[in-house]
């Protein structure tokens, strides 16, 4: 398969957009190491549909009017990571959850770190909001874009 990509500057800085046929596959901090998501060769079109409807939601989320997603997501990633970011995916605009919290809605309760792993490796960030997953102490806990990214998330949120 093939990928295009567009960047946007955005509220918590520069993004890359990556898609292609089958959706968005990917969402990617200024500061984002590109071997962590290995596309291949990848041209910019700042036209591509799914990019540009991405870019859109995301605008919107970052001006208040969006509190949900709607773009086509194309997230690779083993079974049990599609079913920590399905999870994820049910967390509502304002409120956190916890690690553990998540592993209790996916059925696997001693799963607690393994969800924190499908977390970090959630390729599509703020639509696939891994920034609502706190520590179980309430604390920030790591994440791709930095701490201080999602702390604004989260802020931005209340």
């Not at 946007?8 to 500061?31: C, H």
């Not at 990848?42 to 949900?68: D, H, N, S």
Request: contains cysteine.
């Amino acid at each position: 398969m093939s990928y295009v990509f567009k960047t946007m500057d955005s509220p918590v800085g520069r993004l890359t957009l990556v898609g292609g046929d089958a959706g968005l596959a990917a969402l990617l901090f200024g500061n984002d190491r590109a071997s962590r998501r290995p596309f291949g060769e990848m041209t910019e079109e700042v036209r591509y549909p799914v990019l540009v409807k991405a870019q859109r939601e995301l605008e919107e989320y970052f001006t208040g009017r969006r509190r949900t997603f709607t773009v086509k997501l194309d997230a690779t990633g083993t079974d049990f990571q599609q079913l920590v970011w399905d999870a994820l995916r049910t967390i509502p605009y304002g409120q956190t959850r916890s690690y553990g919290q998540i592993a209790e809605q996916i059925g696997r309760r001693t799963a607690v770190r393994a969800v924190g792993a499908a977390n970090h490796a959630n390729p599509i960030a703020i639509i696939v909001p891994c920034h609502r997953v706190i520590g179980s102490n309430g604390k920030l806990t790591g994440y791709a874009g930095g701490l201080h990214i999602k702390a604004r998330l989260l802020a931005l949120e209340t």
